[in-house]
């Protein structure tokens, strides 16, 4: 009977440990899915920068020809 009890406890023991493990692995996986969304958004930004600089220009350049 101890030696069930002591298997389970042992049992018990490696899925405490495998379930912190895969909260360690979740956190990372959640710091790297936010790193890559922060360079996203600051991507688009800098697109929609360079978008509205490109039709400004073209609106200059349609304005002169006129």
Not at 42 to 66: F, H, M, P, S, T
């Amino acid at each position: 009977m101890e030696e069930r009890i002591e298997r389970i406890e042992n049992l018990l023991s490696e899925l405490i440990s495998m379930v912190g493990n895969m909260k360690v692995e979740n956190e990372q996986r959640h710091s790297e899915l936010l790193t890559k969304l922060e360079n996203l958004e600051l991507d688009q930004e800098y697109i929609w920068e360079k978008a509205v600089r490109n039709e400004r220009g073209i609106a200059r350049i349609v304005k002169q020809r006129n």
